[in-house]
């Protein structure tokens, strides 16, 4: 390493990026300088995409210490622009990100939710890939939805209705852009300090006041097990932390699908039952529970407790709706359209219904998220790769929940599709996603089974000390 000192400026320096390579190869951790020489090369094209692929690889197998994951997340927030707020939105602006789950729906209730109690909600949300859906692709099955938003126009739907759901804008954290596309084909995805520094990049920049983290573990999560959910959630929450934004995780199952819908324009439809005061109590424990822990720690409610009431009252009075429906005109839906939105509109119609039968009786013991949300992004509800076209009407509704007593023959769940029709073989991929046992009758853990909270507390080495907190 040397260094070149430029009169008056800051002491600039110059590294071989094989020899950060060979570094992290060789199991040491790398400076904050070196870390923005990386990020700055990687901007600049003058890093070369075998040293990206190497250097990914390298972390990917040595990790990365808490401070390195750190200074990454800074320096892939400085490779862009950051959005600013108001002054006097300060203490207000807060956001959710969810590690991805079946029949997820819950940011389309609860960015106007935390609206309607006060807040600022500027959600930056991605499309499905894989066999997780995405909220982007659930709000385009509504005709005439713009997610497209550049930060002059989130600013004054902020100002207006006090939330808005957009994509990822090109000036914000270009550098995951290229480093996400990198991991991708080098097969380091997998890689806790690069998920986080991902993760985290994007939310920093949306210049927040608090952020929840909702990070999944189950069957059909990213994470098959809560213990690696919970070093994700750790990892995630340290960043934030250090950053200086107040952030918690909630470590959620996701075995099952979330609420009775699976599908883009059948997640709005059950949405809109949530913004309405009802719906399925586990997307109302996700959306009352996430934005209660959200209220609190931005300081606009005294406890978790005070702000799931708040929640529950926004929703109740019909206020949360009329963001919601707001927000979608805001976003380019007519008025007309926005107003009638609900289980009696346009959506959700395909050429096809089927209702398959429960083969026994008994009770419901599992139903599994993943080969039903497989079977559904083969019928064109989901993508395989990113420029695949989906048909937004495909979906499913389960008519059963877990730990009821079934009768065989009673429909189960009731299949929407077009073409290409749904095959003999996935109907029994279907059949065998429904688990019936002897049991009798019971009533199913709740969704959330941990909080992982960071003390603003420095430890020996400077770095927030996370500190885990047991619900149950
Ligand atoms: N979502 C992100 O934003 N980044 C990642 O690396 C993963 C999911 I995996």
Known sequence: MSSISVPGTEVVAQFRIADVIAKKRDGLTLSAQEIRHVVKATMTGQAQDSQLGALLMAIRL?????????????????????????????????????????????????????????????????????????????????????SQ????????????????????????????????????VTATVDSLPLITASIMSKKMAESLSALILDVKFGAAAQSPTIQEAKHLAHSLVNVGVSMGIPTIALITNMDTP?????????????????????????????????????????????????????????????????????MMEAQGVEPDIARTLGSSSELGKTSHVEELKVPKTGTVELIQARPIAEILNALGAGRKKATDEINHSVGAELLVRVGQRVEKGVSWIRIHYEKPLLQDIQRQTL??????????????????????????KKGENGDAVCREREIN
């Open 62 to 146: 040595q990790g990365m210490n808490p401070e390195e994951t750190m200074t990454l997340t800074k320096e892939m927030v400085a490779s862009g622009g950051v959005l600013e707020w108001p002054e006097e939105w300060r203490g207000l602006l807060v956001d959710k990100h969810s590690t991805g789950g079946v029949g997820d729906k819950v940011s389309l209730p609860l960015a106007p939710a935390l609206a309607a109690c006060g807040c600022k909600v500027p959600m930056i949300s991605g499309r499905g890939l894989g066999h997780t859906g995405g909220t982007l692709d659930k709000l385009e099955s509504v005709r005439g939805f713009s």
């Open 431 to 456: 059949q065998d996603a429904l688990c019936i046992s002897e049991k009798p009758t019971f009533i199913p853990e709740p969704l959330i089974r941990d909080v992982i909270y960071a003390e603003c």
């Open 258 to 326: 979330i609420g009775r819908c699976i599908g883009n324009s059948l997640e709005v439809i059950e949405a809109l039952e949530c913004l309405e005061g009802g719906g399925h109590e586990d997307l109302r424990e996700l959306v009352l529970h996430t934005g209660g822990y959200l209220l609190w720690l931005c300081g606009q409610a005294d406890s978790e407790t005070q702000g799931v009431e708040k929640i529950a009252n926004v929703l109740r009075n019909g206020s949360a709706l009329q963001c919601f429906r707001k």
């Open 149 to 184: 938003q550049n930060p002059e126009q989130m600013l004054e739907i902020l100002r207006s209705v006090g939330c808005c759901i957009v994509g990822q804008s090109k000036n914000l954290v270009p550098a995951d852009k290229i480093f996400y596309e990198m991991r991708d």
